[in-house]
Structure formats: structure tokens, C-alpha cells
Nanobody, 117 residues
């Protein structure tokens, strides 16, 4: 499975940015998709995730500011990030999961989001 992410870049605090990620090549289908991020010197953490049914899960830091959505037909996930803060600066990784047994996890290469004045 290949995950191709786009978006990211440099923005000022308070501005918005959107990320998208398309999955291709899955034999078993994609059930869950999401975004993780890793800031320098920190562990990778969940930002937001969404199931194929549309159920969402957000990190506390993302609630109220970020919105995750997906297009199941295109196996594409989106992350709309509003009111960005410097602490949102990180490499953002797209994730996809096939709920096989055992589950199969796939990762994109990562896209850098920098929030700075």
C-alpha cells in the first residue's frame, strides 16, 4: 500500500492549513485512516483518526481546531487544521489500517508543518 500525502508548509500562528493523503494498492481494503505527528525530540502521537464508517477520534490538542474527514471511494483522508499554534509544528504522517488478523498498518513518508511568526 502506498500513501501519498500532500499539503504542509510554513504558516503563521492562527492560520490554517490542510493535509490530504491518498492510499492505493490495498488488497484487503482500508478500514481506518488517520494522522500522526512527531515533533523534534518527541514521540509520534495520534492527531486524529477516522473509520470507514465516519467515526472520529481526536487528540485533546486537536479538538475544536482540527477536522478529519475522508473520501472512502478514493481512499483519501483529509485534515483541516485551523488556528494553528507553534506547538503544532511537527512532521505529520498519514496512517492507514486494514483490519485483517493481524491488522496491517501503513505509513506515509511524512510532511512537515511549521507554525512560526
Amino acid at each position: 500500500v502506498q500513501l501519498q500525502a500532500s499539503g504542509g508548509g510554513l504558516v503563521q500562528p492562527g492560520e490554517s492549513l490542510s493535509l490530504s493523503c491518498a492510499a492505493s494498492g490495498s488488497k484487503f481494503g482500508i478500514d481506518d485512516m488517520g494522522w500522526y505527528r512527531q515533533a523534534p525530540g518527541k514521540q509520534r502521537e495520534l492527531v486524529a483518526a477516522i473509520t470507514s464508517g465516519g467515526s472520529t477520534n481526536y487528540a485533546d490538542s486537536a479538538k475544536g481546531r482540527f477536522t478529519i474527514s475522508r473520501d472512502n471511494a478514493k481512499n483519501t483522508v483529509f485534515l483541516q487544521m485551523n488556528n494553528l499554534k507553534p506547538e503544532d509544528t511537527a512532521v505529520y504522517y498519514c496512517n492507514a489500517v486494514s483490519r485483517t488478523s493481524p491488522p496491517l498498518w501503513y505509513w506515509g513518508r511524512g510532511t512537515l508543518v511549521t507554525v512560526s511568526s
